[in-house]
């Protein structure tokens, strides 16, 4: 047998996509992937640092797998690695430093055995290309972006990212029909700033999916997007598309003008919520998520009235928020009116809780509607039934009245019992 490893990936769908590709990259070069740290040779973390929270979890998590396996090779990668390598050097359950673009070709690396391997992704100009061969899913991601050339006051992520870097259309159109060959019905497009794709050589997002439409993949999903970013050319072209799933994540971060200037977002407000009632006007019940940072320096409580105010009265389904923090290096962290933990939490803690309202009152208005969903998982033993996902984003239960439903496409009429949702095939 071969030398074992454990891969935990924590953060965005970008990292989710990478954290295959090392997988891969290990498995074929003669690893096998194991269960848990006891069994292995190396624990490899692949870190996201969006939060100071997640740069503890990840300092835990390795803390974690020494103490499990005192004789493993514990190897940290990702964005904490890309900006606190130095930090990271200094700790004694660190073994291996690997910066972004390192992960993508693990195995090279691990073969060297070099404490710290991180490129300067901030004069990297070129994306790096990695093929994802996974065929044991419904759905997948595919990375069409990295990097970001904004410079929010908050964000640390272009420092751990570098500079905006798209893949060609050409390699991304023959790496979907691979997907589809291999009888994946859905992809998600996904990057660090995807609207930012194809600017470097006079694209544009809509380009590549015009590329896209004229692939046998049958159904898509685009990541997160500024505001700013969605025009009426793009929603014109997706409204259109018979393989579009009409699932939008808009990055607004704060619903007060003042707040978003302060931020760097130079969108406002009343824009966007217009913008959210056109793309409402297009879709029967899109889903339309959203990132929302709370207790912002300087963000009174008037601030974050009219933030929540704002949100509430938006036709947003849900809404992913979280507590502002403190990003080494950024210009918030500079700013003065630094607010206390428990004023954060208590903000976070409404939109949390209008979220949830939002997404029960949208699970309402699909009740009894029907709708396309990709049966993505095989009868659950507890339940006996499949468990599918709508163009819009919805998560149903169905019954296995045929004997296998696994990985098709069914018309469905969605019902709900016992504060779940079902869908009965048509």
Same mark, same amino acid.
């Given at each position: 047998?071969?030398?074992?490893?454990?891969?935990?990936?924590?953060?965005?769908?970008?990292?989710?996509?990478?954290?295959? #590709?090392?997988? *891969?990259?290990?498995? +074929?070069?003669?690893?096998?992937?194991?269960?848990?740290?006891?069994?292995?040779?190396?624990? !490899?973390?692949?870190?996201?640092?969006?939060?100071?929270?997640?740069? =503890?979890?990840?300092? /835990?998590?390795?803390?974690?797998?020494?103490?499990?396996?005192?004789?493993?090779?514990?190897?940290?990668?990702?964005?904490?690695?890309?900006?606190?390598?130095?930090?990271?050097?200094?700790?004694?359950?660190?073994?291996?430093?690997?910066?972004? &673009?390192?992960?993508? =070709?693990?195995?090279?690396?691990?073969?060297?055995?070099?404490?710290?391997?991180?490129?300067?992704?901030?004069?990297?100009?070129?994306?790096?290309?990695?093929?994802?061969?996974?065929?044991? @899913?419904?759905?997948?991601?595919?990375? !069409?972006?990295?990097?970001?050339?904004?410079?929010?006051?908050?964000?640390?992520?272009?420092?751990?990212?570098?500079?905006?870097?798209?893949?060609?259309?050409?390699?991304?159109?023959?790496?979907?029909?691979?997907?589809?060959?291999?009888?994946?019905?859905? !992809?998600?497009?996904?990057? #660090?700033?995807?609207?930012?794709?194809?600017? *470097?050589?006079?694209?544009?997002?809509?380009?590549?999916?015009? *590329?896209?439409?004229?692939?046998?993949?049958?159904?898509?999903?685009?990541?997160?997007?500024?505001?700013?970013?969605?025009?009426?050319?793009?929603?014109?072209?997706?409204?259109?598309?018979?393989?579009?799933?009409?699932?939008?994540?808009?990055?607004?971060?704060?619903?007060? &003008?003042?707040?978003?200037?302060?931020?760097?977002?130079?969108?406002?407000?009343?824009? /966007?919520?217009?913008?959210? *009632?056109?793309?409402? $006007?297009?879709?029967?019940?899109?889903?339309?998520?959203?990132?929302?940072?709370?207790?912002?320096?300087?963000?009174?409580?008037?601030?974050?009235?009219?933030? /929540?105010?704002?949100?509430?009265?938006?036709?947003?389904?849900? !809404?992913?928020?979280?507590? /502002? $923090?403190?990003?080494?290096?950024?210009?918030?962290?500079?700013?003065?009116?630094?607010?206390?933990?428990?004023?954060? @939490?208590?903000?976070?803690?409404?939109?949390?809780?209008? $979220?949830?309202?939002?997404?029960?009152?949208?699970?309402?208005?699909?009740?009894?509607?029907?709708?396309?969903?990709?049966?993505?998982?095989?009868?659950?033993?507890?339940?006996? @039934?499949?468990?599918?996902?709508?163009?819009?984003?919805?998560?149903?239960?169905?019954?296995?009245?045929?004997?296998?439903?696994? +990985?098709?496409?069914?018309?469905?009429?969605?019902?709900?019992?016992?504060? @779940?949702?079902?869908?009965?095939?048509?």
């Amino acid at each position: 047998m071969g030398q074992t490893f454990v891969l935990k990936t924590m953060g965005c769908k970008a990292n989710q996509f990478e954290g295959g #590709i090392i997988v *891969e990259n290990l498995v +074929n070069n003669g690893y096998e992937e194991v269960n848990a740290p006891a069994e292995a040779d190396f624990f !490899i973390l692949n870190s996201c640092t969006v939060t100071h929270k997640s740069d =503890n979890e990840a300092l /835990y998590i390795l803390r974690n797998a020494k103490h499990e396996n005192p004789d493993i090779i514990n190897i940290i990668t990702g964005c904490v690695a890309q900006v606190k390598k130095e930090e990271l050097l200094s700790l004694d359950y660190v073994d291996m430093v690997l910066g972004n &673009d390192e992960k993508l =070709n693990i195995s090279q690396y691990l073969e060297d055995k070099k404490k710290c391997q991180v490129t300067d992704l901030m004069s990297k100009d070129d994306f790096t290309y990695a093929v994802l061969n996974d065929i044991y @899913k419904t759905r997948i991601g595919l990375k !069409i972006q990295d990097g970001c050339n904004s410079r929010c006051s908050y964000c640390v992520i272009p420092f751990a990212r570098g500079k905006s870097r798209s893949a060609n259309a050409g390699f991304l159109v023959n790496q979907i029909n691979i997907y589809a060959e291999h009888g994946y019905k859905e !992809i998600m497009l996904t990057g #660090i700033h995807i609207g930012q794709w194809g600017r *470097e050589f006079g694209k544009s997002l809509i380009d590549l999916l015009k *590329e896209i439409e004229k692939t046998d993949i049958p159904r898509y999903r685009i990541g997160s997007l500024n505001p700013s970013e969605i025009n009426a050319e793009l929603l014109d072209f997706l409204q259109a598309s018979e393989k579009f799933c009409p699932h939008f994540h808009l990055s607004l971060q704060s619903a007060c &003008d003042k707040t978003l200037k302060a931020m760097n977002r130079f969108y406002k407000t009343e824009d /966007y919520l217009a913008q959210i *009632e056109n793309i409402q $006007s297009r879709w029967k019940n899109p889903f339309l998520g959203s990132d929302i940072i709370v207790g912002f320096p300087g963000e009174t409580d008037e601030d974050f009235e009219i933030t /929540y105010n704002n949100l509430k009265c938006s036709g947003l389904t849900q !809404i992913h928020t979280f507590p /502002y $923090s403190v990003r080494e290096g950024t210009a918030a962290a500079r700013m003065q009116g630094q607010l206390p933990v428990d004023v954060k @939490k208590k903000r976070a803690d409404l939109i949390k809780s209008l $979220s949830m309202q939002k997404y029960a009152d949208f699970i309402k208005l699909n009740n009894g509607t029907k709708a396309e969903i990709l049966i993505e998982k095989r009868p659950d033993k507890k339940t006996g @039934k499949y468990k599918g996902l709508t163009r819009n984003y919805l998560s149903l239960l169905v019954e296995p009245e045929i004997p296998d439903l696994f +990985n098709t496409l069914q018309r469905v009429k969605i019902f709900e019992k016992d504060n @779940k949702l079902y869908g009965q095939i048509l």
